[in-house]
Structure formats: structure tokens, C-alpha cells
């Protein structure tokens, strides 16, 4: 058997590691490069090297199978390291199987290695995938008192899970916990947008309010997100000029508005009997570059249809053909213009 250090060994290697790095999109190939290193043929491989592959198993969303072939590690003699479990607690968690995966950070622990902050965030992040939320924030408190540091992402994740189950106000104490921390930890916009958000959802328009103006007052720059949320809410609640007025604001700002945004605005419009103005949205996102999708079409339509205006709906109709709609959808509208014609007859 040729040694580690053989140019046959090294080649293998060097050809495993860059196949793993550009990824795969059959399963087959990582797995008969773990069975072609673990073969016998070879020297017993290093376990980075198995990593690699068992990493882009993972990165194939491969849970189950990166988990079997961790299982083999024992059976081949190789020891597993800190990154080997820190790979098989994502899968853990993944999977949803969040007890399986603190197994997993104990036995690292018992092994004498060092869980980092990848590794608690894995979990955090696990408890609140498995619908557990206040279990994961009761973790969060525990590590924290054993000198645990959190960083952006384990904050993120933390408040994204409180907003998940209704609680903002939890949410926003974590964003006061996070103000008082280095500036590597200070909320970003995606934390502010999960929590306006939220807030939006719950129709607390001027809570919402109140905290996107705090966080201009500190330079995070909304984006398109930001705006999305806060004009949704004040749309659903009828205060459809507020949302016209962001809209406003966020086009002056140079902050292109997306199809959902548009599509919204266009739908608010149409059921308020404004068709008219809905068109004139759509004229507008056209302009801005934004190609109109089914959903913006099909408002168009169920708004002229409302209003019994059947000729300006196959019109629109026609519009969404040649524009390569899709053929189901596109029966789907015909026969809600019809059902039109006879409700208007």
C-alpha cells in the first residue's frame, strides 16, 4: 500500500478536495469519493479530507446520508474533530432532530473539544426550526452565563424565532440587549426588518413607525424589505396614502421597489375599486425595470372583472400570453372572465 505521502495518494486527494470545492449535483460522485478514500486500497485517509466531502453532502442538502457516512468514521479508526461534529449537529438540526444534536455537543465535550459559536448557533437555530423557541432562548441565557459570546447571527436567529411565534416584545428586548453591545454586535437591518416586520403583522403601525425612524437615526438604511413590510401594514389596515407615501420616500431614496411591492400596491388599489391607479403602478414597475409577474397580471384582471369591464380584462389577458404565461393560469383567468360576463349580463 502506498504510503500518505506517495505522488498516487497526493494526486487522489488533491483531486477530492477540488471536486468537493466546485460541489456536485449527483450524489453518487461524493459518495464514491468516500468510498474510493475508505476503501482500503489507500492509506487511511485524513478526516479533513472526509469532511470536505461530507461538507458538500451537506451543501446538497443530503442530511440523512452525510449523517450514515459520519457513523463510519468509528468503524475506519478516524477519530472525528470538532468540525466532523459541528457537520453532523447541522444535519441534527436540519432534520428537526434537535435532541440528537445535543447528543452530539455533549460527546464533543466528553472528546475535549471546545463547541464555538457556529456550533451554538447551529443549535439555537435547531430549537427554533423544531418550533422552539423559548427553549432555545432559555439555552441562549445559559451559555451566556458560562462566557458564551454571541455574534449577529445567533442574535438574528433568536430574534427571528420570537418574532416566529408572536412574541416582538421578546424580540425587541433582545434588540436593546444588542444596542449595548461593540459595534460587531450592534442590530443590522435584516434584525430590524424581522422585528418591524412582526409589528407590522400585528397592526402596530405606530411601534413600527417609531423604530424605523430610530434606525435612520442610526444609519441603517432601509431597504426594499423595510418598506415592503411598513406599506403592507398600512395598506391592510386602510391607510393606503401612508403606504403611497413610503412608496414615495423609498423611490426617492433610490430604492427600487421589488415585484412583491408593486404587486401589493396594485392589489390594495384593485379592491378599493381603483383600478385605474393599479394600472398606473403597473405602468410605473415597468418603467423602474420590474417585470410584472402572474400575481401583478392577475390583480389587473380580477380587479377590471369586479368592475365588469370584461373587454379591459382579456385585454390584460391577452397582455399575459404573449408574455409567456403560463397555460393553466391562463385558463384559470379565462374562465374567471367569463363568470364575469354572466354575473354582468
Do not use: W
Not at 49 to 58: F, K, P, Q, R
Amino acid at each position: 500500500m502506498a504510503s500518505r505521502r506517495s505522488s498516487d495518494y497526493q494526486l487522489l486527494l488533491k483531486s477530492v478536495r477540488e471536486r468537493c470545492r466546485k460541489g456536485f449535483t449527483d450524489l453518487d460522485d461524493p459518495l464514491n469519493l468516500f468510498r474510493q478514500l475508505t476503501s482500503g486500497k489507500h492509506p487511511l485517509p485524513y478526516v479533513s479530507d472526509l469532511n470536505t466531502i461530507l461538507a458538500a453532502i451537506v451543501r446538497m442538502k443530503h442530511y440523512s446520508t452525510a449523517i450514515s457516512l459520519s457513523h463510519d468514521f468509528h468503524s475506519l479508526g478516524i477519530r472525528p474533530d470538532a468540525y466532523s461534529l459541528g457537520i453532523l449537529i447541522n444535519c441534527y438540526c436540519h432534520l428537526k432532530h434537535s435532541g440528537f444534536a445535543f447528543s452530539v455537543l455533549g460527546n464533543m465535550m466528553k472528546l475535549g473539544f471546545v463547541p464555538d459559536v457556529v456550533t451554538f448557533t447551529t443549535l439555537i437555530n435547531g430549537l427554533i426550526v423544531n418550533d422552539k423557541p423559548k427553549q432555545a432562548a432559555l439555552f441562549f441565557e445559559k451559555i451566556c452565563s458560562q462566557g458564551f459570546r454571541p455574534n449577529l447571527v445567533t442574535y438574528g436567529a433568536l430574534v427571528k424565532g420570537m418574532c416566529r411565534i408572536g412574541d416582538t416584545a421578546a424580540a425587541v428586548v433582545l434588540l436593546r440587549k444588542m444596542d449595548q453591545l461593540k459595534d460587531s454586535c450592534r442590530p443590522d437591518v435584516v434584525i430590524y426588518n424581522t422585528i418591524l416586520d412582526s409589528l407590522c403583522k400585528d397592526k402596530l403601525m405606530n411601534e413600527a413607525m417609531h423604530l424605523f425612524l430610530e434606525m435612520k437615526s442610526k444609519c441603517i438604511l432601509p431597504d426594499v424589505v423595510t418598506y415592503t413590510s411598513l406599506i403592507r401594514g398600512f395598506c391592510n389596515l386602510g391607510r393606503r396614502e401612508e403606504g403611497r407615501g413610503l412608496l414615495n420616500e423609498m423611490l426617492a431614496s433610490d430604492i427600487a421597489p421589488d415585484v412583491k411591492t408593486f404587486s401589493m400596491l396594485a392589489d390594495m388599489l384593485c379592491k378599493d375599486g381603483m383600478v385605474e391607479q393599479a394600472v398606473h403602478v403597473v405602468q410605473l414597475m415597468i418603467e423602474k425595470g420590474v417585470k410584472p409577474n402572474t400575481i401583478t397580471y392577475s390583480t389587473i384582471i380580477d380587479g377590471y372583472c369586479l368592475r365588469g369591464q370584461v373587454e379591459k380584462a382579456l385585454e390584460v389577458m391577452d397582455l399575459m400570453v404573449r408574455e409567456g404565461v403560463d397555460l393553466m393560469l391562463y385558463v384559470m383567468i379565462y374562465k374567471q372572465c367569463f363568470s364575469c360576463v354572466y354575473l354582468h349580463m
